[in-house]
């Protein structure tokens, strides 16, 4: 089988090296693709954006199956495309995305259906949202509607603060078209899970739990990012509490969106807060989440291939899907003054080192590359994934291996794996 995935980050670095392992795969494509990536899979220059590029290259090539990793293109309808051009595609269709796309949806669906989450207030007017948190109880959270690579949400602690991010938003337009509207919402306390699950619409398959670390410094300081690490599996998720979850968040979800007759069908993304009141929803995303997928897939057991056609096909009641019982760490290295400024084109080197250290994998992220040399091209540059049978161990692991990569001006956290 010939497999496009298309994306250019960690998220669908960690993806094509799990489908590598099938050995059923025949050729391996992404568009775009990075400077790792290039080395398992033929990097193609179409914009994760082209869906007509897309569409074009992949019945030109005659492509068996297109795996869909970023949100954007989701929100856009790639995968409605794809299918409306008689290709096999994975992820959500259009109508099921927007529970990403849209934080105004994804609250409304929760109220109605019942889904615990922070209470919360929309706005699509900044003077009525600014008379509202003259008044509000604080902290509280102020999240753009839209899709802002993840730095749309800034908890606020004190009115000024509040303002700042509203005015940000909806009257200076930082993040676009997604600030139009905002959500603003009491702020939880609590452990924060990730939980990923595999969906046909009809049956729900969490898999191994993790935490992210958002902050870009130690000890959860400084701006929000797309992820600085995370780690698997979460010490506070027991299995009682998963137990709670899929039936009081998870199952409810997927069928809440069946009734909205938005059907969802791929890879949904459950962003926890473990409250004094029980878990509670903090976000859906409608994909992967990246870097938590770079510590999750590598646990899996299953050929992911089987895992993909069997959601497609709506067969995925008839899959056992396991994992092994170690436990994953990712430290992200990010170029220097990520998520605001940074500069491009520092080599990077040591990356040879790593294959000195068993069980350890390099996720390239932001990287290009040139002949024979891997240089940064982005924000988040790599994600360094160690696993052992224990959390402590693969922390170890993988800060041992970071030590030995190096590019100018690179900046990473050095608690990944502590909280």
Known sequence: MKILVVGSGGREHAILWKLKQSPRITKLYCAPGNGGISEIAECVPIDVSDIKGMVSFARENRIDLVVVGPDDPLAAGMVDALENAGLRAFGPRKNAAVIEASKVFAKEL?????????????????????????????????????????????????????????????????????????????????????????????????????????????????????????????????????????????????????????????????????????????????????????????????????????????????????????????????SGGYPENYVKGYEIKGLETVKEHSDVIVFHAGSKKEGNCYMTNGGRVLGVTAMAENLEKAREKAYLAVSGIKFKDAHFRRDIGIK
Not at 189 to 212: I, N, Y
Not at 261 to 270: D, N, T, Y
Not at 281 to 288: K, P, W
Not at 291 to 297: D, I, K, S
């Open 110 to 334: 929760m109220k109605k259906y019942r889904i615990p989450s922070a209470a919360y207030e929309v706005f699509a007017d900044s003077i009525l949202a600014k008379k509202y948190i003259s008044t509000a109880k604080f902290p509280l959270v102020v999240k753009a509607d839209g899709l802002a690579l993840g730095k749309g949400v800034i908890i606020c602690n004190t009115v000024s603060e509040a303002e700042r991010a509203v005015s940000s938003m909806m009257d200076e337009k930082k993040f676009g078209n997604a600030g139009q509207k905002i959500v603003i919402e009491e702020f939880m306390t609590g452990p924060e899970v990730s939980v990923l699950a595999f969906t046909d619409g009809k049956t729900m398959v969490p898999m191994v739990s993790s935490q992210d670390h958002k902050r870009a410094y130690d000890n959860d300081e400084g701006l929000n990012t797309g992820g600085m690490g995370t780690f698997s599996p979460s010490r506070f998720y027991t299995e009682e509490l998963q137990k709670q979850c899929l039936e009081t968040i998870f199952i409810p979800t997927m069928k809440a969106m069946n009734q909205e007759c938005r059907p969802f069908k791929g890879v949904l993304f459950f962003g926890l807060m473990l409250t004094g009141e029980g878990p509670k929803v903090l976000e859906y995303n409608a994909r992967f989440g990246d870097p938590e997928t770079q510590v999750v897939l590598p646990l899996l057991e299953n050929d992911l291939l089987e895992i993909f056609e069997a959601i497609i096909d709506e067969k995925l009641d008839t899959l056992k899907i396991s994992w092994k019982k170690n436990a994953a760490v990712c430290v992200v290295m990010a």
